[in-house]
């Protein structure tokens, strides 16, 4: 009598499942390596995340903050388009569109962070 | 029947690594983040580690009682306004701060100063930056600086001068937080006020040094580093243009005018918060030279970039600072 705990058939069938689980893993981590998200938080809470690079048309935000901003997305970018804090840091940061890119209003105590940063901080 | 058997086989393997990958979570330590707005600035915290929760917790209401009860001046209740509107005694944690302020103006023969309070109040910055007039900048300047601050044990006289913690302040929380996560079980963390950044723990990290043409996140080269405390201070923050120039925040103590130099941005390491905060002001200020020299002395290592894109680096970091952008170079 065959006492055999595994026999070909199905280590084969093993085999299949963990090769299948590793393309679906693989072929998962590529598309979040290529996908650009960017999160808006007010006041330490998000409000919005937004993908940037399926954003087919732009996108326009406006947080309910005093003083008020405006944000815009668009395909690949995320920016601080307007602000009526005194002296609009926030829009002097330009457009963001790379990971870990990060714009910071205080007054508005608004930040908008495109995720994924490769480093623990960044120093400024 | 075998078809049945290898069906059950699969299941179970797969329940199996289940099982293993909850067990792995669970185990592994907790992380917590947070972010806020304190002292005048973006806070972030990001903590590994059993108490990760708490300390995130803890954090948030340090840094707002430090701010509000001990070093605002925006605060009227603060123990610097107090001290600031007719001086009086101190408390144990503010005589620390202010001995060794002093011991770095003092060493850096004036060039970090934290009593310029009334030339900076004057340029506005962090609010409605402007060029003021010189004759406003020479009568603020008359009456300013740290060496007019007088101390007999515990009292404290300021003596007209107006203490600001605006080039201090960061690293003084960052060191109260070093050691409100060292009385907790933390694994690793990362802290950052305002960028000047508390990195704890014993892994080793890495640091990105700000792009000066970019956004507050994004980088030109990396620093490698055990745990310790990295600062930067540099003319692309709080700047405006009038009449054609720029103007930026880091004031020369001589002319109450804003720094000219060579120099765009300057980064400090140290196992000192205080030290590290306050010596890239004074290193910016000094010049790169002198700089080198002054940060040799208190042991902390340092980075400058210079308005030629060229990056010089003290001997200590050579090794772990890597260059992200090649419109930068290592100076000959």
């Known amino acids: 009598m065959d006492k055999k705990l595994f026999r070909k058939g199905d280590i084969a069938v093993i085999g299949i499942a963990a090769l299948l689980a590793a393309a679906i893993f693989f072929f998962n981590s590529r598309g979040d390596e290529k996908k650009l998200a960017a999160e808006i938080r007010v006041a330490g809470e998000v409000i919005e995340t937004v993908e940037l690079s399926s954003l087919g048309e732009e996108l326009i935000i406006t947080p309910d903050t005093e003083p008020k901003v405006i944000i815009k997305a668009e395909n690949g970018a995320i920016f601080f388009e307007d602000a009526e804090c005194p002296d609009r840091l926030c829009v002097a940061s330009g457009k963001l569109t790379r990971k870990g890119d990060t714009a910071v209003c205080l007054p508005a105590k608004t930040v908008i962070t495109v995720l994924g940063a490769d480093v623990d901080a960044v120093t400024y | 029947m075998k078809k049945k058997k290898s069906i059950i086989i699969a299941v179970s393997a797969a329940s199996l690594l289940c099982l293993a990958i909850a067990v792995y979570s669970a185990i592994l330590p907790k992380k917590t983040s947070v972010d806020f707005f304190s002292m005048n600035t973006y806070i972030t915290v990001s903590a590994e580690g059993k108490d990760s929760p708490a300390a995130c917790e803890e954090i948030q209401k340090l840094v707002n009682n430090l701010d509000s009860g001990v070093l605002s001046r925006q605060s009227e209740e603060s123990e610097i306004?107090?001290?600031?509107?007719?001086?009086?005694?101190?408390?144990?944690?503010?005589?620390?701060?202010?001995?060794?302020?002093?011991?770095?103006?003092?060493?850096?023969?004036?060039?970090?100063?934290?009593?310029?309070?009334?030339?900076?109040?004057?340029?506005?910055?962090?609010?409605?930056?402007?060029?003021?007039?010189?004759?406003?900048?020479?009568?603020?300047?008359?009456?300013?600086?740290?060496?007019?601050?007088?101390?007999?044990?515990?009292?404290?006289?300021?003596?007209?001068?107006?203490?600001?913690?605006?080039?201090?302040?960061?690293?003084?929380?960052?060191?109260?937080?070093?050691?409100?996560?060292?009385?907790?079980?933390?694994?690793?963390?990362?802290?950052?006020?305002?960028?000047?950044?508390?990195?704890?723990?014993?892994?080793?990290?890495?640091?990105?040094?700000?792009?000066?043409?970019?956004?507050?996140?994004?980088?030109?080269?990396?620093?490698?580093?055990?745990?310790?405390?990295?600062?930067?201070?540099?003319?692309?923050?709080?700047?405006?243009?009038?009449?054609?120039?720029?103007?930026?925040?880091?004031?020369?103590?001589?002319?109450?005018?804003?720094?000219?130099?060579?120099?765009?941005?300057?980064?400090?390491?140290?196992?000192?918060?205080?030290?590290?905060?306050?010596?890239?002001?004074?290193?910016?200020?000094?010049?790169?030279?002198?700089?080198?020299?002054?940060?040799?002395?208190?042991?902390?290592?340092?980075?400058f970039v210079d308005s030629d894109k060229k990056v010089t680096v003290s001997d200590g970091i050579k090794d772990s600072v890597k260059l992200t952008d090649n419109s930068y170079s290592f100076a000959e």
């Open chain 2, 81 to 303: 306004s107090a001290i600031n509107s007719g001086g009086g005694k101190m408390s144990e944690g503010m005589r620390r701060y202010i001995s060794d302020m002093l011991g770095i103006y003092e060493a850096s023969e004036g060039a970090f100063d934290f009593a310029l309070g009334s030339v900076s109040d004057l340029w506005g910055f962090g609010n409605e930056p402007h060029l003021p007039a010189d004759a406003e900048i020479k009568a603020a300047l008359k009456k300013s600086g740290a060496g007019k601050i007088s101390i007999n044990g515990d009292e404290i006289a300021a003596n007209g001068a107006v203490i600001d913690f605006g080039a201090a302040g960061k690293g003084i929380a960052l060191d109260e937080i070093k050691s409100l996560l060292n009385s907790m079980k933390i694994k690793n963390a990362v802290v950052s006020v305002g960028g000047s950044i508390l990195l704890y723990g014993e892994k080793d990290f890495t640091v990105g040094i700000r792009n000066p043409e970019g956004n507050p996140g994004s980088y030109i080269m990396t620093v490698s580093t055990p745990a310790a405390f990295v600062s930067t201070s540099g003319s692309y923050e709080q700047n405006f243009e009038e009449n054609g120039k720029i103007y930026h925040h880091i004031l020369n103590p001589e002319t109450g005018y804003p720094v000219q130099n060579e120099l765009v941005s300057v980064t400090v390491v140290s196992d000192n918060g205080l030290a590290s905060d306050a010596l890239s002001t004074a290193c910016f200020v000094l010049g790169a030279e002198k700089g080198m020299k002054f940060a040799e002395k208190y042991g902390c290592e340092v980075i």
